[in-house]
């Protein structure tokens, strides 16, 4: 079996494609993943990060272009690269009707393990997701957020070299969300190779080492997140509420002060670098808003600038 070295791709990508009929999910998209990073897709519903994941995951075979994980074919080698990969799926498959325990150690025997390291490794990976007093409850009584780190805990029974995650933290509230962040950053120091795929910008922002834009099948930027703030948009964003319906009327009083003015339904963005500077013009103007908010630029502003729309529509 072929490992890659430190300084060969875990995935490498050119002119990927996957099409359903005349859909055309994935558009001829490059990219590779390093050993030990932390690699994100992101997007709206529908830009193509899952059909993408999916082709990953040796469950869904490339329409077109180059796949090669562990430097394997895809295609041809699928079996040997899923007996590496651990999958966390954007919907839980757990066994309701077992334990949380008895999750892990079936999965566990899956990859040929004895029940006996299949439980050691359970009840060490039940530690590592804090989930040590669950163990012996049905899944069905269990939170989402308990849910999700039992899948993690369970992609993680075979001891992957890379690990996927498509939506991990879609649904939770923000304590679980932390929680769940706060597992995949002590994976990512154990040199965890992480391929995730959100629409929350905070999360790529906080998890990712590098990653991707995607709408509509296709790459619109690649980088680090601050790399694609910082070559993107301004330093900070000044936020101003007007009304409903009132907001586009007010784009000419602040274009001139602005890098750029981008009008939505509720509010205008207006991109510079120095928000409270700008705020305090605009008011000896006369242009006082409802409502105004300085924040500094975000990966949301990147999607905007390079789509037109928000992550969230």
């Known amino acids: ?63 077109d272009g180059l796949l090669r994980i562990f430097g394997l074919d895809a295609e041809r080698d699928g079996r040997a690269i899923r007996s590496r990969i651990g999958v966390v799926p954007q919907l839980d498959q757990l066994d309701n009707e077992l334990t949380v325990l008895e999750n892990l150690v079936i999965y566990g025997r899956y990859f040929d393990l004895s029940r006996r390291e ?17 163990a012996g409850e049905q899944v069905e009584h269990l939170s989402g957020g ?19 995650l498509d939506e991990p933290t879609t649904g939770l509230d923000p304590q679980a969300r932390h929680l769940l962040w706060d597992r ?10 992480l391929v995730l795929t959100t629409h929350y910008m905070d999360e790529a922002e906080q998890l990712c080492d590098r990653l991707v834009v995607m709408d509509n099948g296709k790459i619109v930027a690649e980088g680090s ?44 963005l207006i991109y510079v670098d120095d928000g409270e500077s700008v705020l305090s013009k605009l008011r000896d103007r006369g ?20 789509t037109g729309r928000t992550l969230v529509e």
């Open 1 to 63: 079996m072929v490992r890659p070295g430190m300084d060969t791709p875990v995935i490498t990508a050119k002119s990927l494609g996957k099409r359903f009929g005349d859909f055309v999910a994935v558009d001829g998209i490059d990219f590779e993943v390093r050993p030990g990073e932390a690699f994100g897709f992101l997007g709206p519903n529908g830009a193509g990060k899952t059909s993408t994941m999916r082709m990953i995951g040796c469950v869904s075979a490339p329409s």
């Open 118 to 134: 299949a439980r050691r490794r359970s009840a060490e990976l039940l530690d590592f997701v804090q989930l040590n007093e669950k």
């Open 146 to 164: 308990q849910k999700r780190r039992v899948s993690i805990a369970r992609s993680l029974i075979s001891e992957p070299d890379l690990l996927l």
């Open 184 to 193: 995949l950053y002590r994976l990512k120091d154990r040199g965890s190779t």
């Open 225 to 268: 997140p601050s790399n694609l703030i910082a070559t993107h948009c301004t330093r900070e964003v000044l936020e101003m509420r007007f009304g409903s319906g009132k907001n586009e009327e007010h784009i000419n009083e602040v274009s001139d002060l602005a890098e750029r003015v981008e009008p939505l339904p509720d509010r205008l």
């Open 287 to 306: 242009v006082v808003p409802q409502g105004a908010l300085v924040r500094r630029s975000s990966l949301e502003d990147v999607f905007l600038r390079l």
